[in-house]
Nanobody, 123 residues
Framework: QVQLVESGGGLVQAGGSLRLSCAAS????????MGWFRQAPGKERELVAA????????YYADSVKGRFTISRDNAKNTVYLQMNSLKPGDTAVYYC????????????????WGQGTQVTVAS
């Protein structure tokens, strides 16, 4: 069973940067990709970015293109989300998730979730 542990959230001023990390343990062949989701109070959860472990193909939501970068370190089984030019609208709990690429990007219903990390962007 894959387990995910996120870190790196916090409070930052608008225009600032944060880097989130998600360490995966117990990788299996059934999870070939990782994704970052976020959920703000009163809003639906949304997919922010995703990456394949092999090949490194990526996906970004339009709202974060050009500002966020997802990357992975296969040796460390860790995925990162570098967030630059943060806006108050980026405030949310950010979750990493693991599953097959299509389940993350197309269905947006991955089976495996981390515990979440709060990101707050002050104006």
């Amino acid at each position: 069973q894959v387990q995910l542990v996120e870190s790196g959230g916090g409070l930052v001023q608008a225009g600032g940067s944060l880097r989130l990390s998600c360490a995966a343990s117990g990788r299996t062949l059934s999870t070939n990709a990782m994704g970052w989701f976020r959920q703000a109070p009163g809003k639906e959860r949304e997919l922010v970015a995703a990456i394949k472990w092999i090949g490194g193909s990526t996906y970004y939501a339009d709202s974060v293109k050009g500002r966020f970068t997802i990357s992975r370190d296969n040796a460390k089984n860790t995925v990162y989300l570098q967030m630059n030019s943060l806006k108050p609208g980026d405030t949310a709990v950010y979750y990493c998730a693991a599953d097959r690429w299509g389940t993350i990007v197309v269905k947006t219903t991955p089976r495996i979730w981390g515990q979440g990390t709060q990101v707050t962007v002050a104006s």
